[in-house]
């Protein structure tokens, strides 16, 4: 029991837990972002988390009782459309690693917003029971959250950072007429001035 409580402590630990932490608050700050900057955070934010779920030791389940969760269903409606309404067209991608695409007809498609937050709501619960600072259960949501990382999240994680690297990096050939005709009108304005 000993050598699980220092695990829980060791310093891979702690580093994980500090990157969950700045998603979480992260995506909880929404409202205050428009998606450039939402997109461009994001895409810095999920690869950490990927590297430090990666390196963490494998811890097992040393409790016999359920873990709590905070993550309810509203709340996790209430962010996933928050981010569903930044993303916009955007939000939809096609999803090319499920197991069904091989017997499906039509291509099946994913929410940038759903996905995200699927991961927050596994990493806001490990959050929430880790800060309770009670040995045990900080173990074993721990040990919960490798869990889903291999089997869930962290597949998502890879899939989502797809389709937002598309966003960042693919405009619209409209978007890109918009940014020259901005980009002229300002060398203009400046070349005016002077």
């Not at 829980?8 to 998603?23: H, K, L, R, S």
């Not at 981010?83 to 090319?96: N, Q, V």
Request: aromatic fraction near 10%; charge should be negative; proline fraction near 2%.
């Amino acid at each position: 029991m000993e050598k699980e409580s220092r695990a829980i402590f060791d310093n891979t630990v702690v580093e994980f837990a500090t990157v969950a932490a700045e998603y979480c608050v992260f995506l909880e700050r929404i409202d205050s972002m428009n998606r450039n900057l939402f997109v461009d955070k994001v895409i810095l934010l999920l690869p950490l988390m990927y590297v430090k779920a990666s390196l963490l030791s494998k811890f097992k389940t040393i409790g016999f009782g359920n873990i709590e969760t905070y993550v309810t269903e509203e709340m996790y409606e209430t962010l996933r459309s928050k981010i569903a309404k930044l993303m916009g067209e955007k939000d939809d991608y096609l999803e090319i690693f499920l197991p069904d695409m091989a017997f499906s007809e039509e291509p099946i498609t994913r929410e940038i917003s759903e996905d995200l937050t699927d991961i927050y709501q596994d990493i806001k619960d490990f959050i929430f029971v880790f800060r309770q600072g009670l040995n045990e259960t900080m173990n074993d949501s721990l040990a919960r959250c490798q869990e889903n990382f291999a089997s869930i999240w962290g597949q998502k994680l890879v899939n989502v950072m797809r389709a937002l690297h598309n966003v960042k990096y693919s405009q619209d050939d409209e978007e890109e007429e918009d940014t020259d005709i901005l980009d002229n009108n300002t060398d203009k304005d400046e070349l005016s001035e002077e």
